[in-house]
């Protein structure tokens, strides 16, 4: 079936330096896209979202990138910093009572 | 403001007992999900309820039963647990097409 996937399942960027974190999904349907942070022992908590009808959108230190022509998202952390060290997932959904879907996230580290 | 509340936090069982977990929000979401997450693993969704009264499998819902009590509670329920359901579980809820939010999860082994 369609799902939602990541090119990386680990990452390793130097403190201070940029991540970038990608993700891909099947899903052509898919209308709503979120990131989600996870430390450990704790539940995911989200970092930012985007619709759609948006290519890109920015919160505090992260960006969002969808492209929809080859269905790829990805998340961009400025500066990382040793608290950004985590498991990332993207998560899909579609319109109306449909479940969010999660990728296999990412487990960034982050080099002090 | 609790947000997503899950109990217990640890649990051990016995191969074949049986328990439920516990989830509530208090955020007046319509929709609830159940996930499981394996060590080193995304999370695969067992259950969902899209509102209240209504339930739906996801990807892994063998050896799971749900009930969606009313708005704010979602419980999961093991009739016989197995080894292979030793996992942690996360309860999560959201509003239409909002933000999910999740628990804090239930670390689950059976022995």
């Known amino acids: 079936g369609e799902s939602v996937g990541l090119h990386l399942p680990t990452l390793s960027v130097q403190e201070g330096d940029n991540s970038i974190i990608n993700c891909a999904y099947s899903?052509?349907?898919?209308?709503?896209f979120i990131w989600y942070k996870q430390e450990s022992g704790k539940g995911p908590q989200f970092i930012i979202d985007?619709?759609?009808?948006?290519d890109k959108r920015q919160g505090q230190r992260v960006t969002v990138l969808l492209n929809k022509t080859v269905k790829h998202l990805s998340l961009q952390i400025a500066a990382t910093q040793p608290g950004d060290s985590a498991v990332y997932f993207c998560?899909?959904?579609?319109?109306?009572?449909?479940?969010?879907?999660f990728g296999k996230g990412t487990r960034l580290s982050v080099i002090a | 403001n609790a947000g997503v509340t899950q109990t217990p936090k640890f649990q051990v069982l016995k191969t074949g007992q049986s328990m439920t977990l516990q989830c509530a929000q208090d955020m007046n979401h319509n929709s609830m999900y159940w996930y499981r997450q394996d060590p080193g693993m995304g999370l695969r969704l067992i259950y969902y309820?899209?509102?209240?009264?209504?339930?739906d499998k996801g990807e892994v819902p063998n050896g799971y039963n749900v009930s969606r009590l009313n708005k704010r509670e979602f419980s999961l329920r093991l009739e016989s647990a197995a080894p292979s359901q030793t996992s942690v579980y996360f309860c999560?809820?959201?509003?239409?097409?909002?933000?999910?939010?999740f628990g804090q999860g239930t670390r689950l082994t059976v022995v």
């Open positions: 998560a899909e959904k579609t319109t109306g009572n449909t479940p969010l879907v």
């Open positions: 999560a809820s959201h509003l239409g097409q909002g933000i999910a939010f």
């Open positions: 309820s899209a509102s209240e009264g209504t339930t």
């Open positions: 985007i619709r759609s009808n948006m």
């Open positions: 899903n052509s349907a898919s209308d709503y």
